[in-house]
């Protein structure tokens, strides 16, 4: 998330993808809009008092510093050569009583990618939001100070859409967080290390890989890249087209991918009738992300189709389309995932990628797997953790998963799997690493 100066503008946020980029008067890449503002300090009891009564507390361990949860607006580009906007975001900034290390201490800064979210008017400038309370208790009680941004089109950005799992611009939105956060940090009297680290959830795993290829490719000078942890992300996206069965969210996660490419490129598709069926495709072009929408609300709203997760994909996709996708390695919506999969760039610092095996959104075999393979192949050696029998352990029905596809105790354990058991034990992986490097 990020912070913004205003510098063009006098008013409204919307306005300023009418500003200058870095050659004019306007606000640069990174500048705060709307003056870095405290929103609520939590304190280390309040932070020691949630994760005790979630459970949390043995990965998190207790807090060490309260944790001031900033809220930011930044300037920031789009999709386009030209597109200056903005984007929002959250500063969690350590602090303690006067004098003590959490208060006057240089803190190291963790960029933080979300995962996806299909509620446009999502905040993490909310202490009360279960990601940000999860990066206050793993980071930033821990001292780390911590930037996560809304993304484009999320929240205050006047950007008109989302392009989601496009790596160029998740890359820029997340660096530019990195140069928010500088500038919120020295307006709050923080202090940063100037070390720099990157990770993020899901989406936010292949957010934040593309933004440490891109920080260590063209931002050595400005950013020094501590370390990524890189955390149950979909970064290989072009076998991910090739799979025939259906990942867990199919209804949610394609259509989104779909027309925000179609946006960004131009020709995944002539209309939507040609990959979705009615009625789906009826205002599906803007569908997603939706203005305080919900995942259950689009289905119960007959915006997308419920089901298993094959069931949804077969109401919702055009045959000839999917099938496309399957076997047609130069058809447009191919060309563009090839585009957005991370392959082929060698880390300089040190990385950790995290997943759990039973993962049935962003399954690692097909994600992670390859990988850490192809950084193995460019003669890089990654640390790679799976975290599925921990979670086994701790969610499973008497300690393991459940087989039976037709259970209540199946659907509930493997619908809570990407989405709640999850992140703290990644989290906690990338804290391990984070803190060999900070």
């Not at 063009?8 to 500003?19: D, N, R, T």
């Not at 200058?20 to 929103?39: M, Q």
């Not at 930037?147 to 205050?156: F, S």
């Not at 809570?416 to 990644?426: D, I, R, T, V």
Request: glycine letters at 10%; hydrophobic letters at 40%.
């Amino acid at each position: 998330m990020t912070l913004f100066r205003l510098s063009c503008i006098a008013a409204s946020a919307a306005l300023v993808v009418a500003c200058g980029g870095s050659g004019d008067s306007g606000p640069k890449r990174g500048d705060l809009i709307d003056p870095a503002a405290t929103l609520v300090t939590l304190t280390a009891a309040q932070i020691d008092g949630a994760t005790a009564a979630s459970g949390l507390q043995t990965l998190t361990g207790a807090a060490v510093c309260d944790v001031k949860v900033v809220a930011l607006n930044y300037a920031t580009v789009g999709v386009k050569a030209g597109e200056n906007t903005n984007a929002s975001g959250v500063m969690l900034l350590p602090t303690g009583a006067a004098g003590s290390a959490c208060a006057t201490g240089a803190a190291p800064l963790l960029a933080y990618a979300r995962g996806t979210d299909v509620n446009k008017s999502r905040a993490l400038a909310n202490p009360q939001d279960p990601e940000t309370l999860l990066l206050a208790a793993f980071f930033a009680a821990q001292g780390y100070a911590v930037v996560a941004t809304d993304y484009l089109g999320y929240n205050k950005s006047a950007y008109s859409f989302h392009p989601y799992l496009h790596a160029d611009s998740e890359a820029t939105t997340v660096i530019d967080s990195v140069r928010a956060a500088r500038h919120a940090a020295t307006a709050l009297g923080g202090k940063l290390s100037g070390k720099v680290m990157f990770s993020g959830y899901s989406q936010g795993g292949h957010s934040a890989m593309a933004a440490q290829r891109a920080a260590e490719r063209d931002h050595a000078q400005e950013i020094s890249v501590a370390g990524g942890a890189h955390l149950a992300g979909p970064y290989n996206m072009a076998g991910a087209m090739r799979v025939p069965q259906a990942i867990a969210g199919y209804q949610f996660f394609v259509p989104f991918i779909i027309t925000a490419w179609q946006k960004v490129y131009g020709n995944i598709y002539s209309k939507p009738e040609d990959v979705f069926k009615p009625p789906y495709a009826s205002g599906i072009n803007d569908l997603l992300p939706a203005v305080n929408g919900s995942y259950t609300k689009l289905v119960t709203d007959g915006k997308l189709p419920g089901g298993t997760p094959d069931q949804a994909r077969d109401a919702l996709i055009q045959p000839a389309f999917l099938q496309t996708m399957l076997t047609d390695d130069k058809a447009p919506i191919n060309a563009a995932a090839q585009t957005n999969t991370l392959f082929g760039w060698k880390p300089k610092a040190p990385v950790l990628l995290c997943g759990g095996a039973g993962d049935p959104t962003v399954p690692p075999a097909v994600h992670q797997a390859p990988m850490v393979a192809n950084f193995a192949g460019n003669g890089v050696t990654v640390q790679s953790v799976d975290v599925d029998a921990l979670i086994q352990s701790t969610f499973g029905p008497g300690g393991k998963a459940p087989t039976d596809p037709a259970s209540p105790e199946f659907a509930a354990y493997y619908g809570a799997y990407h989405g709640s058991y999850e992140p703290p034990f990644c989290l906690a992986a990338a804290r391990g690493l984070f803190n060999q490097v900070r």
